[in-house]
């Protein structure tokens, strides 16, 4: 076996766990509200978001690398499992439980790439550079807009109110890409106008 | 409305069509076998092999383009539907409804966004640039995992041989990506050799 063909073996080895992200679902459902949302779908559709918004970007941004980093930002769910924005957990857990799936999944494939993914990933998680700023901020956008389409989809169920979606979502999108959470914030004022949760 | 927030509700309108693709079923499976795949989480995964295999390209490409191009390659199903690669259909009549898709799809976003999107989809389907050719390549490896992990998934259903995987797929992943081909091949055999089919 050529070290080539090995890279290669452990490259597709990577890919194939990584169908697994496909299985593990979120809190919010499709627009249609057929069925909740998968994780593998969730980041096609946010690196789509991504390349269609990236003009609202508050920030100079590489979007190139923003769509590279959504592409891999929930990888660590397969292990870790999603964790809605609304629900009530145990933040320092989490993360100690994303670490070692990090270091399990990424570990799949060559060192050299193992690192290269690694560090994106670690990049989007401290949320502190330009790229991973806008990227959080778009990785916000999309289940608001499912939620809207859903008629509240699922802030009944989580009791959330307009103040929350503000301080949990709001400040986030706002911090990459202000344009678009007032969009958003006009909708989901409408939406809260008549219905009281 | 300022004109900044009208290009804001029609890239918004896309990316809220662009929800349907995650209800396009293809032939293939999860490879757990679980159920059937559908097209948003396809195109996540593939863009993720296109980054995690760009090395392998035998032509200079930009991965970025290519990333692009393999996130918005099956955005006409929402219309037209997936024709799966083993499946008799008529070539012209599909491309027609396709191309009807494309402008339907592409034409919610603003004008300029259209045309650059229509482009690079465009140029996927014509597969003769470096960056098509290693897309389109890549497009084919994915499925061919799959059935490989459910135990030849849907080939004895499309009643498949080596020979048409070699001719219908083969060919297509060798032009882009022949290193990858001669992995997969290998397995295939490997599979075909105890299965007949």
Redesign the interface.
Known sequence: MTT??ER??Q??A???E??????VLRATT???G?RR??S??H???I???A???AE?SNRPINI?RV??ML??HDIVEIDAGDVPVHAKHDVAEQEAKEQVAADRLFGL?PDD?RDEFRAIWDEFEAAESDDAIFAKSIDRV?PV??NL?TNGGTWPEFNVTPEQLESRVGVKVTRGAP??W??LQSRIRAWFGPHKV
Chains 1, 2 share one sequence.
């Open positions: 080539s063909n290669l073996q490259q597709l990577f890919l194939t990584a169908d697994k992200l496909k299985s499709l627009c249609d057929s949302e998968n593998g779908e980041s096609w559709h690196a789509l978001y390349m269609t918004l609202h190139s769509i590279k592409l891999i494939l790439q999309q807009i499912s389409e344009a678009v007032e969009v």
